[in-house]
Every structure is written in C-alpha cells, then in structure tokens.
C-alpha cells in the first residue's frame, strides 16, 4: 500500500459512514508530542485541511463534522465508541480502526500510551519562546549552537575550532587571500601543522626565507605543501648547478615564492629562453633571474607580446631592448597599452630618443600623467630642456624620480604653491 491509497482508503471509510465519528492517535516522535485529530463523517461533512490540534501547524488533511471523541482503551488497544453507537457504527469503527493502523505501520510512527500532554507543549512553548537573536549564557560554547559548515566559501569559520589555522595565522597568513582561490580551503583543513607543516616551513627557513616573511610566502603559494620535500630539494641544487650563489638562490625564492611548483625542466626551459632571444651570457641570465624572478615564471605569451611592442611597435633596436631588460626587467611585467602611451608621451611628446630612454629606463615604468604634468609645467616656464650638450639641462629622470617639492625647488626653480595652482588648471 503507498500512503495515498491508505489516505484515499480511510477518507471513502469516513465520508461513506452513516453517523458521525471521530477518534485521536498521540503520535510521539523526535521527543515532539503530536496529536493527530482525524474525524469521520457522513456524505454531508465539510473538508478542513492542514489542522492540528493543540499548535496551528499542519499536519493532515482531515474533514470535519463533528466534536463526539473516541477515546483510546489501554486494555486491548481498540477504540470505543460512544454509548449510543449501533452495531452499523461499531463496523465502521473496526473498518476504521484497520486503515488508522496501517496508516501507523506505514507512516512507523511509534504510538505512545500514556502520554503527558501538558509537558509536552509546555516544552514546545518553551522553545518556540527563545529568541535565536539572543545571545547565548555561556559564550564559550556559542560554537557548538550551530552545525558544522561544510562546504565552506572562507576559513573564517574554522578559525576558532583548528589549531592549524590559528599557528598559520601568527606566523602572518592572511587566509582571505585563500578563500579567492579555488580548492585551497579544502586542502589547507585536511592538513595537521605539526604533521603536514612544520617541515616545509624548516625548508625555507633553512633555503634563507625570513621568519617574518613566511607569513606572506605562504599567503602567495599555499601549494607548497602538496609539493614532495625530495622535488624541492632537486629543484634547489639545480639552481646550485647553475653556479646561482647562496645569496641569489635566497632572493630568487623568498621574491618569487611560485618559483618552487617550476620543476627543473621548465626552469631550465625558461632560463635558456632569455638567454637564446635577447643573446645573453650565463651571468647575465643570472643577473635577470635574480633582479626580477617572477619573470623567469611569468606566462611566455605575455613576455613575448611585449618584445614585440618594444621591438616593432616602439623601433627599439636588439641591443637597445637587451640594455632595457637587463637595466629595468620590471617593463616586461607592465601593462602593454599603458606601455605604449607611457612611449608616445617621452618619445613624441617630450622628445626623448631611443637611447635617452634606454639610459634612463624609469621613464617607462612611471604613471604618465606625471610625466605629461611636469613636461607640461616645465614647457610652460621654459625650462624643458633635455640636451645635455646645451645649458640649462634638466634630466629626464627628474620627471619621474622625485617628489613635487625636491622637483619644484631643484628643477623648475619656482614654489611648490605655484605648481600646484597650475595643476589645477589641468
């Protein structure tokens, strides 16, 4: 039998009967005191659904026609009728009876006897009274008042319950850095600081990487850990195979945390392609590696599209391009567009030549309205003079590498108030 044809069994039993009839089962389940109020009727009744008695929440269609009770007998668990019943009546009850107790083996509620009904909803009073707003009388277990959150979009959460969060969090993790990053929530919970851990962290310390750094090492590449010791230590004596010194090989991890997940064939795949597209020495590559080690790492598309720029779009020469990277390797990281505008500005503009920018590589790697600003001021006083051969020279790295009042005083020669009135003319 499925519950609906046990439902539609008892309701035809109930509209189909002559008198009126009406009984009570108390249903106990999950320590919550139920009374399920079904009512049997004649041909005239009228449905009422979704009643329950006692709190006004629903729990059975049901109809409704009459407030006669039955009662239930303990002594051999039937229930009696009225005084006044007919033998019609008491067949109908039995019938009754047979579907309700189906009804109850289908449903495997278990019924309970002698119930205290007045307990029972003083201790569902009870809890419909608390206010989950309030706060709780023992703070200390505020923890435990809510489930487990699982999955979970921010460590947050764990903070107060996992010890390997709280050591990560001394040592200066910023755990929010995690949470943008896909899987890494799931993978730093499984893991024990002692166990998992504390042997990485030796490792670096012993690689060079400062105590007060590994907070941020570790905010920048939590993937150390999935990481085998043995594959770190190989990775490391390559670096000492390609004569890097100690003091090269401790800037070029503790700079470049990512530097690690590289395993030696793509490092050495990397390194010999600086070498083979600019023509550089092996001291050169590791005068590159070491300046600027997360270019060595960084995607090849986006180095190669800016040697195309540089080389093409700007008219720089080869050697010219080898003497940017070396001298200013940072331009190769920046955004191209910006790039290109910061060239238009020093070169079409200002009238800066190739090589007055090669030898003063900074110009391509400060905001261009800066530049513009103080060429413009410059121009304006008739100071814009970048020629070392003529007098009254102004070179171009005033542009970029002091702040207003030392250009004011020392280059232009006038008030930081009158540049800053022109400014605001801008």
């Keep these: 039998f499925t519950m609906n044809s046990i439902r539609t069994k008892l309701f035809d039993l109930l509209i189909s009967a002559r008198p009126l009839l009406q009984f009570t089962l108390n249903v106990r389940k999950r320590n919550l005191m139920f009374t399920w109020h079904s009512l049997a009727l004649n041909t005239d009744g009228s449905f009422r659904s979704n009643v329950w008695k006692g709190n006004n929440l629903p729990i059975q269609n049901i109809y409704v026609t009459s407030h006669r009770y039955y009662s239930k007998n303990t002594s051999h668990g039937s229930l009696i009728t009225p005084e006044t019943s007919s033998a019609s009546e008491l067949t109908m009850k039995e019938n009754v009876c047979d579907s309700v107790a189906l009804l109850e083996e289908e449903c495997s509620f278990p019924v309970s006897e002698n119930e205290d009904w007045s307990s029972e909803m003083k201790w569902i009073k009870s809890q419909e009274s608390k206010d989950v707003l309030s706060p709780p009388k023992d703070l200390s277990e505020i923890d435990n008042l809510s489930p487990e959150l699982r999955p979970t979009f921010n460590l947050a959460a764990y903070a107060n319950r996992s010890h390997t969060l709280q050591q990560l969090i001394k040592l200066g993790v910023d755990l929010s850095n995690w949470d943008k990053r896909k899987h890494i929530n799931s993978f730093i919970l499984k893991l024990d600081f002692e166990r998992d851990m504390k042997k990485y962290l030796m490792f670096l310390h012993d690689v060079g990487v400062e105590a007060d750094d590994l907070g941020k090492w570790l905010t920048v590449n939590p993937l150390i850990f999935k990481e085998n010791l043995e594959n770190l230590q190989v990775r490391l004596d390559y670096l000492h195979s390609m004569n890097f010194s100690p003091d090269q090989i401790t800037r070029i991890i503790s700079k470049n945390p990512n530097w690690l997940l590289f395993s030696t064939v793509r490092i050495d795949n990397r390194l010999g392609y600086f070498q083979r597209t600019f023509h550089l020495t092996g001291a050169e590559v590791r005068l590159l590696a070491t300046k ?135």
């Design 292 to 426: 600027q080690p997360k270019l060595i790492t960084m995607n090849l598309f986006s180095i190669k599209r800016t040697s195309f720029a540089i080389e093409e779009e700007m008219g720089f020469s080869p050697s010219e391009m080898k003497s940017l990277l070396l001298s200013q390797p940072k331009i190769w990281r920046a955004n191209g567009v910006s790039l290109l505008r910061r060239f238009e500005i020093a070169h079409n503009q200002i009238g800066l030549s190739h090589s007055q920018i090669v030898q003063f590589p900074q110009i391509l790697m400060s905001r261009d309205f800066r530049i513009k600003q103080r060429h413009d001021y410059l121009k304006l006083i008739g100071r814009d003079q970048y020629d070392p051969l003529k007098p009254n020279y102004v070179s171009p790295s005033a542009l970029v590498s002091s702040d207003d009042v030392e250009f004011c005083t020392t280059i232009a020669k006038t008030s930081v108030q009158n540049f800053n009135d022109f400014l605001k003319t801008r």
